[in-house]
């Protein structure tokens, strides 16, 4: 069961092959199996399964939505009415949202089941899922190997089967580097496409949820209940939201297919580099027209996020004082000591060296040559993917310059770890949207292909994934020990 | 040396929305602590603020009443800062793009008008409240205020004296009230004034070293604190010291105000653009449409009602003084007929001080437009006298009746039947020969005598103008 995509289960839900508290007990059992892999934070087995029976009772009484019976799994970034949400932070451990985040009610209404809430860095500040206070997740196909991050916890359980799909987020590659790392589906929408309530912001001019699965077609099927306006977050778009899977079958013969020089230059792993190369002449095959391109602004991303980014999440991170809610540290002698100590306990490293270079950004005498000169940058690149989208349909590219590296291998260099992103980043401070797929494998760990379009063109996007997926099937390996 | 006085006053008015500013929980005043917080004012993880239009239409309301340029393009910043009273450890505020830009109020002190520049007046919510008593040594949080829509209207340094700065306190407190922006109630802290004040010696250019006294909540304590800060700042300079730019907070019970912190202790609150939000924007349609749908505003309202009503600038002043009591005083005109300078006398004099006495608003009054309008009706038509209203009006303000109920219940119709009053003149002239005697012989002021005598005969119901006539008539002969 836990290797049908969602259009399969719903299928074997109406057939009566399985019930869904069948497939829900059958992936609760999985993730137990697979408790090493660390990739959950929460796991509500009653709530799961009652939902799970609900769903039956829906399928059975008719009006079921295509999701309904089907146990996906919510970053732990999701506020969760009654669930514990932690956004891997010692800071929230015993934090029980009072309230559900819209994109997790949107699934509720379809009547997905909820397995749990998936392991993260913390406040999704990280690119290995290493910084999260409940430890490391480790990647299903090398479980030395980190998954990836922020949404580590999302992808490994989704490359493990233990979850058909699940959401993540993206600030600055959230959902397509550890999607890139192992070796599954990601999709980052356009900035406003998904409804950010309830979602614990980290940079929120950055921020966006979305889908993290196998293959395209159940991307399309998750992007179709989280996109949407939400009139609770003045940030997301009031456009109408089309259906994802009816365009997936499109030919994508003319298709207009721009690689930036400056993806494929320094940086990039050569065997990833041949990986993607072959990926890319697949798309030819199918019909594409692959041209270079140039966008020149592309290596100023990374300074720009690290100032916006930090800036953002300095006043996101304030509420976390202490005094309603989250870690309290014990005895405060007075106000000044219950700040500082409640924070200084309550945050990790990563944390706190993001809060302090945003509030050194945008202190008095150093907002202009920070904030203001990064936002600069930030219409630059924007414009860079405007001029370049209007040259080409699509920007294809690699997600992150190597394969998944080892735990503890970069953690303790910062800069280093930062530029795990660089691919990925300039997306986010444009706002477009983009895909991670599975491309291939480079010394036996998988390797993503970035597929970037123009803003809401995540249709596009979804059918020139679900095409390459129907002549690769890279989507379809399994890591070994998780058949 | 001789000392100018320099001050600038910045005004929290809190707008009369009904919901805050960013959330949807209610603003009314006095729930009990925390029950109309809901989680976006508690600051939970993950929620988000939504621009409550309402409080941007007051704004612009605001805008357009002053006269001011209306940014069609404003943008909110948060502000941060620590406090547990501040539950997401920012306040969203307005920085560089403020909504209001700048306009102007007009104020007049000892009969001389003068224009005062407002700089700017930005959209911002209230914080919570901190609660020192009742928690032995702790400190309690009630959010029910965290949200609020405030308007915070910047004034230019014109003010040269703490008379000016209430009388624009006063004038922009007449405003927001007229405009139905805010409900003017200083006890519950709905219009709040900081006043930033300095001194320079007469004559020189450059502003003195200011400082900022802050949170004066009512129009008596804003002339005090001032006044106060401005003698302890010219002593402190001819005693040889300095004044240091520094927040301070006046003590209303000591008269004193007293340093909260310098400059350098103050807080750097690292504005930015609050990426939650979207740059509000306003057309030149939406301007037009609110000018369109303003109010007559209290100076013009003043001018017409000198001019159409032929009222003294006292009595249009204070009958313009507020939007319901000039609409009061319109509405008794129109039903009761009268004279206008009749129903401004009644209104500001026997109503007004009625109302003062018993600490109520217009809007409160027990006597409503209709019956005093009745009373006045009577005045006019010779019914009853003037003395006589008072009493009839007292009674309204007791009971629920007319006027007329309460004349004919109580037999005050004035008498105007010639005979009847004929009678009792001769009467009196006839009881009281020595009086007669002395009026005869030049000594007018005894006529007073005659009249008393007359009115208390006839229990006051005699109307004033025939027995004068008549007396006069009777006495001559």
């Given at each position: 069961?836990?290797?049908?995509?969602?259009?399969?289960?719903?299928?074997?839900?109406?057939?009566?092959?399985?019930?869904?508290?069948?497939?829900?007990?059958?992936?609760?059992?999985?993730?137990?199996?697979?408790?090493?892999?660390?990739?959950?934070?929460?796991?509500?087995?009653?709530?799961?399964?009652?939902?799970?029976?609900?769903?039956?009772?829906?399928?059975?009484?008719?009006?079921?939505?295509?999701?309904?019976?089907?146990?996906?799994?919510?970053?732990?970034?999701?506020?969760?009415?009654?669930?514990?949400?932690?956004?891997?932070?010692?800071?929230?451990?015993?934090?029980?949202?009072?309230?559900?985040?819209?994109?997790?009610?949107?699934?509720?209404?379809?009547?997905?089941?909820?397995?749990?809430?998936?392991?993260?860095?913390?406040?999704?500040?990280?690119?290995?899922?290493?910084?999260?206070?409940?430890?490391?997740?480790?990647?299903?196909?090398?479980?030395?190997?980190?998954?990836?991050?922020?949404?580590?916890?999302?992808?490994?359980?989704?490359?493990?089967?233990?979850?058909?799909?699940?959401?993540?987020?993206?600030?600055?590659?959230?959902?397509?580097?550890?999607?890139?790392?192992?070796?599954?589906?990601?999709?980052?929408?356009?900035?406003?496409?998904?409804?950010?309530?309830?979602?614990?912001?980290?940079?929120?001019?950055?921020?966006?949820?979305?889908?993290?699965?196998?293959?395209?077609?159940?991307?399309?099927?998750?992007?179709?209940?989280?996109?949407?306006?939400?009139?609770?977050?003045?940030?997301?778009?009031?456009?109408?939201?089309?259906?994802?899977?009816?365009?997936?079958?499109?030919?994508?013969?003319?298709?207009?297919?721009?690689?930036?020089?400056?993806?494929?230059?320094?940086?990039?792993?050569?065997?990833?580099?041949?990986?993607?190369?072959?990926?890319?002449?697949?798309?030819?095959?199918?019909?594409?027209?692959?041209?270079?391109?140039?966008?020149?602004?592309?290596?100023?991303?990374?300074?720009?996020?690290?100032?916006?980014?930090?800036?953002?999440?300095?006043?996101?991170?304030?509420?976390?004082?202490?005094?309603?809610?989250?870690?309290?540290?014990?005895?405060?002698?007075?106000?000044?000591?219950?700040?500082?100590?409640?924070?200084?306990?309550?945050?990790?490293?990563?944390?706190?060296?993001?809060?302090?270079?945003?509030?050194?950004?945008?202190?008095?005498?150093?907002?202009?040559?920070?904030?203001?000169?990064?936002?600069?940058?930030?219409?630059?690149?924007?414009?860079?993917?405007?001029?370049?989208?209007?040259?080409?349909?699509?920007?294809?590219?690699?997600?992150?310059?190597?394969?998944?590296?080892?735990?503890?291998?970069?953690?303790?260099?910062?800069?280093?770890?930062?530029?795990?992103?660089?691919?990925?980043?300039?997306?986010?401070?444009?706002?477009?949207?983009?895909?991670?797929?599975?491309?291939?494998?480079?010394?036996?760990?998988?390797?993503?292909?970035?597929?970037?379009?123009?803003?809401?063109?995540?249709?596009?996007?979804?059918?020139?994934?679900?095409?390459?997926?129907?002549?690769?099937?890279?989507?379809?390996?399994?890591?070994?020990?998780?058949? | 040396?001789?000392?100018?006085?320099?001050?600038?006053?910045?005004?929290?008015?809190?707008?009369?929305?009904?919901?805050?500013?960013?959330?949807?929980?209610?603003?009314?005043?006095?729930?009990?602590?925390?029950?109309?917080?809901?989680?976006?004012?508690?600051?939970?993880?993950?929620?988000?603020?939504?621009?409550?239009?309402?409080?941007?239409?007051?704004?612009?309301?605001?805008?357009?009443?002053?006269?001011?340029?209306?940014?069609?393009?404003?943008?909110?910043?948060?502000?941060?800062?620590?406090?547990?009273?501040?539950?997401?450890?920012?306040?969203?505020?307005?920085?560089?793009?403020?909504?209001?830009?700048?306009?102007?109020?007009?104020?007049?002190?000892?009969?001389?008008?003068?224009?005062?520049?407002?700089?700017?007046?930005?959209?911002?919510?209230?914080?919570?409240?901190?609660?020192?008593?009742?928690?032995?040594?702790?400190?309690?949080?009630?959010?029910?205020?965290?949200?609020?829509?405030?308007?915070?209207?910047?004034?230019?340094?014109?003010?040269?004296?703490?008379?000016?700065?209430?009388?624009?306190?006063?004038?922009?407190?007449?405003?927001?009230?007229?405009?139905?922006?805010?409900?003017?109630?200083?006890?519950?802290?709905?219009?709040?004034?900081?006043?930033?004040?300095?001194?320079?010696?007469?004559?020189?250019?450059?502003?003195?070293?200011?400082?900022?006294?802050?949170?004066?909540?009512?129009?008596?304590?804003?002339?005090?604190?001032?006044?106060?800060?401005?003698?302890?700042?010219?002593?402190?300079?001819?005693?040889?010291?300095?004044?240091?730019?520094?927040?301070?907070?006046?003590?209303?019970?000591?008269?004193?105000?007293?340093?909260?912190?310098?400059?350098?202790?103050?807080?750097?609150?690292?504005?930015?653009?609050?990426?939650?939000?979207?740059?509000?924007?306003?057309?030149?349609?939406?301007?037009?449409?609110?000018?369109?749908?303003?109010?007559?505003?209290?100076?013009?309202?003043?001018?017409?009602?000198?001019?159409?009503?032929?009222?003294?600038?006292?009595?249009?002043?204070?009958?313009?003084?507020?939007?319901?009591?000039?609409?009061?005083?319109?509405?008794?005109?129109?039903?009761?007929?009268?004279?206008?300078?009749?129903?401004?006398?009644?209104?500001?004099?026997?109503?007004?001080?009625?109302?003062?006495?018993?600490?109520?608003?217009?809007?409160?009054?027990?006597?409503?437009?209709?019956?005093?309008?009745?009373?006045?009706?009577?005045?006019?038509?010779?019914?009853?006298?003037?003395?006589?209203?008072?009493?009839?009006?007292?009674?309204?303000?007791?009971?629920?009746?007319?006027?007329?109920?309460?004349?004919?219940?109580?037999?005050?119709?004035?008498?105007?039947?010639?005979g009847a009053i004929e009678a009792i003149i001769d009467k009196i002239i006839a009881d009281n020969p020595g009086q007669v005697e002395q009026y005869r012989s030049g000594k007018d002021k005894v006529f007073g005598f005659f009249v008393g005598q007359v009115m208390k005969e006839?229990?006051?119901?005699?109307?004033?103008?025939?027995?004068?006539?008549?007396?006069?008539?009777?006495?001559?002969?």
């Open positions: 069961m836990h290797n049908k995509t969602m259009t399969q289960l719903a299928h074997g839900l109406r057939s009566g092959e399985f019930s869904s508290v069948e497939l829900t007990q059958a992936f609760l059992d999985r993730i137990k199996q697979h408790q090493e892999l660390n990739a959950y934070i929460t796991v509500n087995e009653d709530l799961a399964l009652q939902e799970a029976c609900a769903a039956d009772i829906r399928l059975a009484n008719g009006n079921p939505e295509l999701l309904t019976g089907i146990p996906i799994a919510q970053k732990d970034i999701f506020c969760t009415e009654g669930v514990k949400t932690t956004c891997g932070s010692r800071m929230l451990d015993n934090f029980i949202a009072p309230y559900n985040a819209t994109v997790v009610e949107k699934f509720n209404q379809a009547g997905a089941v909820m397995l749990g809430k998936l392991n993260m860095d913390e406040f999704a500040m990280g690119s290995s899922n290493e910084t999260s206070h409940y430890g490391a997740v480790k990647n299903p196909w090398d479980t030395n190997t980190v998954p990836g991050g922020s949404s580590g916890g999302s992808a490994a359980a989704v490359a493990a089967r233990l979850a058909i799909g699940a959401t993540g987020t993206d600030t600055g590659g959230s959902i397509r580097q550890p999607a890139a790392l192992c070796g599954i589906t990601g999709l980052k929408p356009t900035y406003g496409r998904v409804s950010r309530y309830g979602m614990i912001a980290y940079a929120s001019s950055l921020d966006q949820g979305g889908p993290m699965t196998r293959g395209a077609e159940d991307a399309a099927i998750m992007l179709q209940t989280m996109a949407g306006f939400d009139e609770k977050d003045s940030t997301s778009v009031d456009l109408p939201v089309p259906d994802y899977r009816a365009g997936l079958n499109n030919s994508l013969a003319g298709l207009k297919i721009g690689l930036p020089k400056e993806f494929f230059g320094e940086g990039l792993n050569s065997d990833v580099a041949v990986t993607l190369e072959t990926a890319v002449n697949e798309y030819r095959k199918l019909g594409a027209e692959i041209r270079e391109i140039s966008m020149p602004n592309l290596n100023l991303a990374i300074p720009a996020y690290y100032v916006v980014a930090p800036a953002e999440c300095s006043a996101n991170l304030s509420r976390f004082d202490g005094v309603r809610y989250g870690y309290r540290c014990e005895n405060p002698v007075d106000l000044t000591d219950l700040y500082t100590r409640s924070r200084g306990e309550g945050f990790g490293k990563e944390v706190k060296r993001r809060i302090l270079m945003g509030t050194y950004a945008l202190s008095a005498g150093y907002y202009d040559a920070y904030y203001i000169k990064a936002q600069k940058i930030r219409r630059l690149i924007s414009e860079d993917f405007k001029n370049a989208l209007a040259q080409v349909d699509v920007i294809m590219g690699p997600v992150t310059p190597t394969t998944a590296f080892g735990i503890g291998e970069k953690i303790g260099n910062p800069i280093e770890m930062y530029l795990s992103d660089i691919y990925t980043i300039a997306i986010n401070l444009a706002g477009v949207p983009a895909m991670s797929i599975p491309a291939g494998f480079a010394q036996g760990k998988p390797v993503g292909l970035q597929i970037i379009g123009n803003y809401f063109a995540e249709d596009r996007l979804l059918n020139i994934a679900h095409q390459y997926q129907q002549v690769a099937d890279w989507h379809l390996h399994i890591p070994k020990g998780f058949e | 040396m001789e000392w100018e006085t320099v001050i600038g006053l910045e005004i929290h008015t809190q707008l009369a929305t009904k919901s805050k500013i960013f959330s949807g929980a209610s603003t009314a005043y006095g729930a009990a602590p925390n029950t109309q917080a809901c989680a976006v004012d508690l600051g939970l993880p993950g929620v988000l603020p939504v621009l409550n239009e309402e409080a941007v239409h007051k704004a612009v309301i605001f805008g357009m009443a002053i006269e001011a340029e209306i940014s069609h393009y404003s943008v909110f910043a948060r502000k941060n800062y620590f406090y547990p009273d501040l539950p997401k450890g920012y306040q969203i505020s307005q920085m560089e793009l403020p909504i209001v830009g700048p306009g102007h109020l007009d104020i007049e002190v000892d009969g001389v008008s003068k224009r005062i520049g407002i700089t700017r007046a930005h959209l911002e919510e209230d914080a919570g409240k901190s609660l020192h008593e009742d928690f032995h040594g702790l400190t309690g949080v009630d959010l029910n205020r965290a949200g609020t829509p405030l308007l915070e209207i910047v004034s230019e340094p014109h003010m040269r004296s703490a008379k000016e700065a209430v009388a624009y306190m006063r004038k922009l407190h007449e405003l927001v009230r007229y405009l139905d922006i805010c409900d003017g109630n200083m006890q519950e802290g709905s219009f709040r004034c900081d006043a930033n004040v300095s001194v320079r010696p007469k004559g020189q250019k450059e502003f003195g070293t200011r400082a900022e006294i802050k949170n004066i909540n009512s129009f008596k304590f804003v002339e005090k604190a001032i006044n106060h800060e401005i003698e302890r700042q010219i002593e402190l300079i001819e005693t040889g010291g300095k004044v240091v730019q520094e927040t301070r907070l006046y003590d209303s019970v000591k008269d004193e105000t007293r340093s909260m912190r310098s400059k350098e202790e103050a807080n750097d609150y690292r504005y930015f653009p609050d990426p939650d939000l979207l740059p509000v924007f306003i057309s030149e349609d939406y301007k037009q449409q609110v000018k369109a749908q303003l109010p007559e505003l209290p100076q013009a309202k003043k001018y017409r009602f000198n001019e159409q009503y032929a009222l003294d600038d006292e009595n249009a002043n204070i009958l313009t003084s507020s939007r319901q009591l000039a609409d009061y005083f319109e509405t008794v005109l129109k039903e009761s007929g009268c004279e206008a300078k009749l129903c401004a006398n009644w209104i500001t004099g026997e109503l007004s001080a009625a109302l003062n006495k018993a600490r109520l608003e217009i809007m409160e009054s027990p006597v409503s437009h209709e019956r005093l309008a009745g009373l006045l009706a009577r005045i006019s038509d010779n019914t009853i006298s003037g003395k006589i209203a008072k009493q009839v009006f007292e009674e309204m303000w007791r009971s629920p009746a007319t006027a007329d109920e309460i004349i004919a219940e109580r037999g005050l119709k004035q008498i105007t039947d010639t006839m229990q006051g119901k005699a109307n004033p103008g025939e027995v004068n006539k008549m007396l006069q008539a009777k006495l001559k002969q």
